[in-house]
């Protein structure tokens, strides 16, 4: 398809099956007050939340942190195959050492370019 | 109706020492172990789908030997988490898992028929004659019904193949 | 695996296209007319001077098209006949409702085309009294049905049957309201495209411009992958798109991937190899509510970027994301688009020098992708 004799060679390809990675946005959050949280201790509280609900074997693949913001937003990558495992795991966990905490997920996608900018989420600022 | 269907493991317990004894082994033991190890390796997944038909339904003290029960749509959890077993009771041990069968029965012909294939490796464990004897004795009543059991056999297959000529002429 | 563990993660579509600018059948022009509604432009650009400076003003994006924000519209006002004459008859009208989500909530919009897409709720619709069809990604029991009424045709004027019934039902059976994003393109250059915002306000409604809102950001001394427009599928030499992809995603959404960060345990994403050094880099956001006149402009810009002769400013290839709403009731043409999970729409453009390009239009479940 590739005719590189061709002065202008098109191609076209399509992935219908499911993309190799997702990524999750998502932010920790601690009952009362914001605790701070850098990305090796973030990683150890997925890490603990996928052997809680899945045990060794779900909590086999690798979770990335790809990103820690001031803010507290994480993006996660991970293979598609855990996606729904990893999701799952984050909404039951509930308590890290004793402190109540919650994971909120603000958005999932397929494509990291997508997480770049949420629609949903857009406030529009009043005209100066 | 549907039938709730299972799959019945049958495994051998082997304890690392490789002595041959009787111990005090009670099947709550192994219905614990497996369950700790389903849980190390599935977590509260695994627990979840399967304690509801997880179950030990043998255990021969002098053989050591087990079956235990699992529900089939998730069997491959409790088959892995079976090779995850790493304690019995107070016993260092591990599983050895020998037939996957759909009913209690299948296993039970499939232990008879393995228990017969080993009876000449305990003859060379044997130590005095008195023992020598017995496995000899129960060896030769094994190869007498193998005997009788080939003859029904060969009977039937006649009897089949006089219907099949029959039929054929 | 032995564990039957469920994979029920969403199947999300990747379109990739590779093609060229001087190709007369090259696809872009179409794909940009069809995508109505965009609310976010991404733009990457690796320029290889440590002192380069973008060849643009991206605060021209205001003269490219006006939006305004319109609080609680009753949905009778966009088939008002004066309505109709004035602004869906001559001009290319762009019409989004805002805050309302696509999977649980009424939805509105008109196209260029003349069309109101009402996206509503089972309830709503059997109050309505209205011919429409079910969402396509209902499953047996529909939630969610679109009602399409074309606005252009002669015969949909008062007095006639179905325009009459069409009012009734908007206006007397239901009082449903939406805050509309509206941005309006005359067919004519007299008139000014502010005329739509005097119209509602006439009309008594509350009606306020929508500003848009830029973010750059200069990166100095990023590694970035070599890209070769001819190779695909990646090889020694360069790059292939998926890598590609994944790095221009990391790049918009402010990822560290130099050396110092590549920590095994935390993230094992890292520069897809081969890769260069690049001392300047510019990743820039606009967001807003674009039409099809600024994503041209905006594309436009960029390729000249990196279709420039300078020395100075020179990029060996450029891309431009074209994020959809999530919310839209169509993703591209009269596409039907829905929310699951995810609502992904996007369009993004790798231009190269030559003039050659690639094309990833990414999609979520719940879209009708060809």
Not at chain 3, 334 to 339: T, V
Request: proline share 4%; hydrophobic share 35%.
């Amino acid at each position: 398809m590739t005719g590189d004799s061709e002065k202008h060679s098109y191609l076209r390809q399509v992935d219908k099956s499911p993309a190799p990675y997702f990524y999750i946005k998502t932010s920790l959050e601690y009952e009362g007050r914001g605790l701070e949280t850098d990305s090796l201790q973030l990683k150890h509280v997925i890490m603990q939340s996928m052997t809680e609900v899945f045990g060794q074997v779900g909590a086999s693949d690798t979770v990335d942190v790809l990103k820690l913001s001031a803010s507290g937003e994480a993006l996660l990558r991970v293979p598609s195959r855990s996606f729904v495992k990893l999701w799952g795991a984050l909404t039951l966990f509930g308590k890290y050492n004793g402190l109540p905490c919650v994971f909120r997920v603000q958005q999932v996608s397929s494509s990291l370019m997508s997480l770049s900018c949420n629609s949903r989420t857009w406030d529009i600022p009043a005209m100066s | 109706m549907v039938r709730l269907k299972h799959r019945y493991f049958l495994a051998e317990i082997i304890f690392p020492d490789g002595r041959r004894l009787q111990r005090n082994i009670k099947s709550n033991d192994v219905y614990f172990s497996v369950r700790e190890a389903l849980h190390a390796a599935y977590g509260d997944y695994g627990i979840g789908v399967l304690k509801s038909s997880l179950m030990v339904k043998y255990l021969n003290k002098d053989t050591h030997m087990v079956i235990v029960r699992a529900k089939r749509d998730f069997y491959r959890l409790a088959q892995a988490a079976l090779t995850f077993v790493k304690k019995i009771g107070e016993h260092d041990a591990f599983l050895n898992t020998l037939h996957i069968g759909g009913t209690i029965r299948a296993c039970q012909k499939f232990l008879i028929r393995h228990h017969r294939q080993h009876l000449p490796l305990l003859y060379q464990e044997c130590d005095t004659q008195e023992e020598r004897d017995n496995v000899q004795l129960m060896l030769l009543s094994s190869c007498v019904d193998m005997e009788t059991f080939s003859k029904k056999t060969e009977e039937k297959e006649r009897s089949l193949s006089e219907i099949a000529g029959e039929s054929l002429t | 695996m032995a564990a039957p563990f469920a994979n029920g993660a969403p199947n999300s579509k990747l379109v990739f296209e590779k093609s060229s600018f001087d190709d007369p059948k090259s696809s872009h022009e179409r794909v940009l007319n069809t995508k109505y509604f965009t609310h976010n432009a991404s733009i990457i650009l690796p320029y290889s001077s440590s002192a380069a400076q973008l060849q643009f003003e991206i605060s021209e994006i205001q003269d490219q098209q006006v939006t305004y924000l319109i609080r609680d519209v009753p949905v009778h006002q966009l088939v008002d006949k004066e309505f109709i004459e004035a602004f869906v008859k001559k001009g290319q009208l762009y019409i989004l409702s805002q805050r309302r989500h696509i999977d649980t909530h009424n939805c509105a919009a008109v196209f260029p085309t003349g069309h109101l897409l009402l996206h509503i709720t089972k309830d709503t619709y059997e109050q309505l009294g209205l011919e429409g069809k079910p969402s396509v990604f209902s499953s047996l029991k529909p939630t969610k049905y679109v009602v399409d009424i074309d606005l252009k045709p002669d015969s949909f004027t008062p007095g006639r049957k179905g325009y009459d019934r069409v009012l009734w039902c908007l206006k007397d059976r239901l009082g449903l309201t939406f805050d509309l994003l509206i941005s309006w393109n005359p067919h004519d250059e007299k008139i000014c495209a502010s005329s739509v915002s005097k119209f509602f306000k006439s009309k008594g409604l509350v009606v306020s411009p929508v500003p848009w809102c830029v973010q750059t950001q200069w990166q100095n001394k990023v590694r970035t992958p070599v890209l070769d427009s001819t190779v695909v599928t990646a090889t020694e030499d360069a790059c292939g798109r998926a890598e590609a992809w994944e790095w221009l995603g990391a790049m918009a959404c402010g990822i560290d991937l130099s050396e110092s960060c590549a920590d095994n345990y935390i993230s094992t994403l890292s520069c897809p190899t081969p890769s260069g050094s690049c001392p300047r880099c510019c990743v820039l956001s606009v967001s807003g509510f674009f039409t099809p006149v600024t994503t041209k402009w905006l594309l436009e810009k960029v390729r000249n970027e990196v279709e420039s002769k300078q020395e100075k400013n020179k990029v060996p290839w450029g891309s431009v994301t074209f994020h959809g709403f999530q919310d839209s009731p169509v993703s591209v043409g009269s596409r039907e688009h829905g929310f699951f999970q995810e609502g992904d729409n996007l369009h993004s453009f790798l231009t190269f020098c030559n003039k050659d390009y690639w094309l990833y239009s990414a999609y979520g479940h719940h879209d009708l992708c060809q």
